[in-house]
RNA sequence: GCGGACGUGGCGGAAUUGGCAGACGCGCUAGACUUAGGAUCUAGUGGAUUACCUCCGUGGGGGUUCAAAUCCCCCCGUCCGCACCA
């Protein structure tokens, strides 16, 4: 034992004990349970600071829970699929799997010296044959459910990672990954149904109380839902324009039609009028932007009349198709009835073209003013039979009549797409469907699962996916009718991987899925932690397909994450860590500094976890310095300590300083409780302990100690610090006599009674502004406050002369006297 | 434009059930100990004025109240998400 905290010697030994008696080891009993999950990580190389402060919030949690009587599940593994290793390899000439398995020894060494408390006989990578195995059989279930379809349509391309991506992953226009402008390709993909899921995807985030309002807002913006009106309008013969709007009741408002320049009418409107040249030319301008230009709001708004009409379906009104450079083809029908009388857009772009406005909605008591658009609620006028009914009925009314006369009907409309899971790339899990010249596409057996990646590939030609280049894997059978088959080549969004892993942790299985037993007991997560950015991608993929499974009776609960926590990165000049950026503080460097009990206490003392934390050297010390202080506290006390039995201390013949400090000390418990388990606030809980600290140093001053007391407080101040700072708890814990293991230990029990201060400062104000300060008894009434108020000198003297409205007297907190 | 969060010392941040603004930590200042200190301990640290008293102060303005960082209204600003979605 050394008077110096020798974090090194210290973390190295609890670091091995644990490792050797798989002390984080869960199994299910009849405890009540405790999922406490952490986002896995992609096995990028190493991990750096922000990667400490995540995981160790769930690590504090974890440890709290378990001593407040919780089986806690807190599992890790690796999110291994993906396209760092594959390029890597190609830069390296190495294979993928070499590099992300080297990563993931050397990370999982880390974690360990970072005394995480995960249960490592439950870890397994994406990337194993044991696991992806499950998401290709995942991927049949869905197919047989009609849930899985390919067809052929405009995507998102990214030219730098050479494959498609879905629409959640482009962000302004730019690959969420690697930041390339994404461009568009008409192919042929594989989609997951997601929208069929929208309604309930959108409706249960309101029995999701334990997420952010944040989260929830942008997956509720993302799945756009919207209620409204398909309404044909007749062009050609028996041929109909569907437009969709959430204004039937403006119908007889409508002045002309607008169509996106891909709308599949287009060629036949233009051909052979006057403006088929003009049309041409307008299309090929805007076809030949991009994303971020085309969709800005910033972007002028154009268009070009076809030379074609379309047929108003109620009022039999011939009005002009034009096209516009501001319809969104992938969204309703790619086709807008436009009410410029209405709608502002329409307004500025028939202000610009001459066309004409019909008001068919008035305020009930203002004024129109004709100057602009009038968007609010009001009456219809020149609509027909609809006249006199006000907007909101009338949308009703006049859907229901294009109904009765088959000429629309009502609909809802989503903004959110269907997801696109397939990937030109290798590193992934293989979609395990095939082609066979005779059947078409057929889905792989499931007895002949997994399908695997193949070795014999060739990585060196860029922008060609390698699984093309193995002719042993393209080569293959038909599951059906034995004929020659050719496999598909694409593998799946690594979301697909991650979209299940919480299930397959809570219930790891040889022949299943996963072991629904096991994970009956264990889901939903009691609380899921990870970053933000994943707030519609991950958390949204992972709800879906959740939801698929629990559908399919085999997830037991239909929402997986019961609360959320989505917390802070850590910044080092205003910005992200990461490593394109070079603004790294590597874990490694930090523990061999401080240790690994510093770096984790600094992270989660600095801020509140779920706002950003800028990185500070200064900062590091601090905490460094407080861990030295409580082991210097602990050194020296704890040779009058080592004999003294753990008591619970009454308050009776307590001196004043013992009394002080007991009081201390379970406001500190009630404090620290409260915060972590309540309201989440991991550094008012430390700063709490900091004070306690503080308070037994001052303590321990006095000449003659309270022993018993004493060691309540140490005992009590290590088993609170257990959860933050192990290593040294533990350490401590053994110093200070105890044969047992901090971390098996009950959390401490406090006294609300005693929490309280015999005497509280009260203030005295008159008109609201403190004129006295006093000390009173903490059992003082209202009648005793007043009293004592009336008697302060410096009350009295203010009071001269002043005639006393009122008096109010809070026990505890003060008195007010009102006097003019 | 829509939605969410937020604005408190030199800095990170406390206090949000209305009731002492600035806990705790960083930094800074002075002192103690010391061969030395980038260790440790003690004291101080919102601003103005300063022996004391006092006044001002939570982005700005108004309001409710005995009492507002906290509740209400208006405005300004910052960050994040979505954005010509019909």
């Known amino acids: 034992m050394s008077d110096r905290y020798n974090f090194e010697f210290i973390e190295q030994k609890w670091q091995a004990k644990w490792d050797k008696t798989k002390a984080h080891k869960t199994i299910a009993n009849e405890k009540p349970k405790f999922y ?28 709290f829970q378990r001593m407040q009587g919780y089986n806690v599940l807190h599992p890790m593994g690796w999110d291994a699929f993906g396209l760092p290793a594959e390029n890597a390899a190609i830069k390296n000439k190495t294979h993928p799997a070499e590099w992300t398995f080297n990563n993931m020894d050397y990370m999982r060494a880390q974690f360990k010296r970072l005394g995480f408390t995960y249960d490592w006989d439950r870890e397994f990578a994406t990337c194993d044959p044991d696991y992806y195995k499950w998401t290709q059989w995942l991927f049949l279930k869905l197919w047989e459910r009609g849930l899985v379809y390919r ?14 991506l879905a629409n959640e992953q482009v962000v302004d226009g730019e690959c969420e990954r690697c930041g390339a402008k994404i461009t568009h390709k008409n192919l042929e993909q594989w989609f997951f149904k997601i929208t069929d899921y929208a309604d309930r995807l959108l409706n249960n985030l309101d029995k999701l109380p334990g997420w952010p309002e944040k989260v929830k807002a942008m997956q509720r913006n993302w799945i756009g839902r919207s209620e409204g009106t398909i309404i044909k309008f007749t062009v050609f013969k028996d041929e109909y324009l569907e437009c969709f709007t959430t204004r039937a009741d403006t119908l007889y408002g409508v002045t002309y ?31 030949a932007q ?14 070009v009349f076809t030379g074609s009409f379309a047929k108003n379906p109620l009022t039999g009104e011939e009005v002009p198709i034009w096209l516009g450079n501001y319809v969104v083809a992938t969204y ?17 772009f028939a202000g610009k073209y001459k066309l004409p406005l019909k008001y068919v909605v008035f305020p009930e008591k203002a004024e129109l003013s004709q100057n602009e658009a009038y968007e609010g609620e009001g009456v219809l006028k020149n609509s027909g039979t609809f006249n006199g009914l006000a907007n909101k009925i009338a949308q009703k009314e006049i859907t229901l009549e294009l109904e009765r006369r088959s000429l629309g009907h009502f609909q809802v409309n989503y903004r959110l797409r269907d997801w696109l899971i397939s990937r030109q790339r290798y590193w992934g899990a293989p979609i395990p469907m095939l082609y066979c010249d005779k059947c078409g596409i057929v889905p792989e057996k499931e007895e002949n699962l997994p399908v695997l990646l193949p070795v014999d590939v060739n990585f060196a030609k860029k922008g060609t996916n390698p699984l093309k280049t193995s002719q042993n894997f393209v080569t293959a059978v038909c599951p059906i009718c034995g004929g020659k088959a050719q496999r598909e080549t694409d593998t799946m969004d690594t979301f697909v991987d991650s979209s299940w892993y919480y299930l397959r942790y809570a219930g790891p299985s040889k022949d299943k899925i996963f072991d629904l ?40 609960k239909e929402e997986p994450f019961c609360n959320l926590l989505t917390q802070g990165m850590v910044l080092l000049g205003g910005a992200k860590m990461s490593k394109s950026k070079g603004n790294i503080v590597e874990s490694d460097e930090m523990v061999k500094t401080y240790g690994a009990d510093t770096c984790r206490l600094f992270m989660l003392f600095t801020a509140p976890p779920e706002r950003d934390l800028e990185w500070s050297d200064a900062g590091i010390e601090g905490s460094y310095r407080f861990i030295n202080r409580v082991w210097r506290l602990v050194y020296e006390l704890e040779p009058e300590l080592r004999e003294v039995p753990f008591t619970t201390v009454d ?43 503080n ?28 959860p933050y700072i192990p290593h040294t708890a533990s350490e401590l814990w053994e110093l200070t006599g105890h044969a047992t293991d901090v971390h098996q230990q009950k959390w401490p029990d406090f006294d609300a009674n005693l929490a309280k201060a015999d005497e509280v400062e009260i203030v005295l104000q008159i008109n609201g502004k403190i004129r006295d300060r006093l000390l009173v008894p903490q059992e003082a009434t209202k009648e005793d406050l007043e009293e004592i108020a009336f008697n302060s000198e410096k009350i009295k003297e203010i009071l001269e002369g002043k005639v006393i409205r009122k008096v109010i007297a809070v026990p505890g907190k003060l008195v007010n006297i009102v006097a003019g």
Request: glycine share 6%; net charge negative; aromatic share 6%.
């Open 651 to 693: 308050r009776e013949g307590l001196g004043k300083e013992e009394r002080e400090l007991q009081q201390k000390l379970h406001e500190s418990v009630a404090k620290a409780t409260e915060d972590i388990k309540v309201k989440f606030q991991l550094n008012t809980a430390l700063s709490t302990m900091m004070e306690l600290v």
């Open 290 to 303: 991009d994303e971020i230009e085309r969709l800005s709001t910033e972007m002028e708004k154009k268009g």
């Open 332 to 348: 309703g029908t790619g086709a807008v009835m436009a009410v410029p009388a209405h709608d502002s857009r329409d307004y500025a």
């Open 695 to 722: 308070a037994i140093y001052l303590y321990k001053e006095q000449k003659n100690h309270h022993q018993g007391l004493l060691r309540q407080a140490i005992d009590s101040l290590i088993l609170m610090l257990a």
């Open 517 to 556: 037993e096991e994970a009956k007991y264990w889901m939903n997560v009691d609380q899921y932690i990870g970053g933000v950015e994943h707030a519609i991608l991950h958390l949204m993929y992972a709800r879906f397909i959740n939801m698929v499974l629990y559908d399919m009776g085999l997830s037991p």
């Open 151 to 164: 067809k052929e349509q405009l995507v998102n391309w990214c030219p730098s990672c050479a494959t498609v």
């Open 257 to 287: 039609i607008v169509l996106a320049p891909e709308h599949p009418l287009v060629a036949r409107l233009i051909k052979g009028n006057p403006e088929e040249e003009n049309c041409r030319a307008f299309i090929e301008e805007v076809l």
């Open 36 to 63: 406490c999950l952490d986002m896995f990580p992609y096995p990028s190389g190493r991990l750096h600071m922000g990667h400490i402060r995540n995981y160790a919030i769930g690590d504090v949690l974890t440890r």
